[in-house]
Each structure stands twice: as structure tokens, then as C-alpha cells.
């Protein structure tokens, strides 16, 4: 049953994430709501996977978790925002899944952030609002 790490600073939603992951067979280790509480909580249960909004409470922002990890290493990381614009790539995890989402298009991306995390590929049907994200491009000589 793999571990998962929710970062939502939106108790409602958190609560409600949470309910259907166990539903669906899913460990939650823990919810955290800023970016200090969820890189303790990651240190602590070492997840498999993190489902992560990306602007958290106390102005942090979801990507500062990865970064004070240390990089993505073997956490699935998926993030969760309504904020298009931002720019995501593989160094900061592994799919970004548009708000709002549905329970499938959940269930579908936290399996497609599994399958990125082991075999680097991310195999189609993709679901709504959902994008692996590119690797980073090379810097610049």
C-alpha cells in the first residue's frame, strides 16, 4: 500500500483528498499545510508519493518542499493547482493535475507519478487538466 503525503493548506480539501485515497487503498501519512510542517513530515514517514498544492499557507510555495528534501530522489511527487502559469519541471517533480479535478483524474495521475517515478515514462490516457512535466532544459553555455 504505498504512503502518501498530502501538502494542502485548505483543510476541506485536504480532508476530503484524504478520504479518497484510503478509500482507494492508499496510506496517508499525514497532511501538512505549510512547506516547514510537510518537509518534517516527509523526513519522518518517508512517503511514496506527495500530493501537493502548490501555494500553501504562510506564503510557501510547494516547490521550497522539494528544494529543502534535497530534490525529488524517490518521492512521486504530484502537484495540484489552479495556477497555470507557473513553470514546473522534472527537477520539481513529476506531474502537475489542474484544480478542480475529479476523483478519477486523481486516481490516474497519482498511477501515471508511479510509473514516471519508475520507468521515467508516462503512459497515455491522460486525464483531464493533468501534464507530466518536461525536463528541465540544459543551461545555457
Not at 37 to 49: Q, R
Not at 78 to 97: E, F, I, N, P, W
Amino acid at each position: 500500500m504505498p504512503k502518501v503525503l498530502i501538502v494542502e493548506d485548505e483543510p476541506l480539501i485536504a480532508s476530503l483528498l484524504e478520504d479518497i485515497l484510503i478509500d482507494y487503498g492508499y496510506a496517508v501519512c499525514g497532511i501538512a499545510r505549510t512547506v516547514s510542517a510537510a518537509v518534517a513530515l516527509a523526513k519522518h514517514h518517508e512517503p511514496d508519493l506527495a500530493v501537493i498544492d502548490l501555494n500553501l499557507a504562510d506564503n510557501g510555495l510547494g516547490t521550497e518542499i522539494i528544494q529543502e528534501l534535497g530534490g525529488v530522489g524517490r518521492l512521486g511527487i504530484l502537484y495540484t493547482t489552479g495556477a497555470s502559469q507557473v513553470m514546473l519541471t522534472r527537477t520539481d517533480g513529476h506531474a502537475r493535475l489542474a484544480k478542480p479535478y475529479r476523483d478519477t483524474d486523481l486516481l490516474r495521475s497519482l498511477q501515471i507519478v508511479t510509473e514516471i517515478k519508475s520507468t521515467d515514462l508516462a503512459s497515455p490516457p491522460f486525464p483531464r487538466g493533468f501534464q507530466p512535466l518536461p525536463m528541465a532544459p540544459a543551461p545555457w553555455p
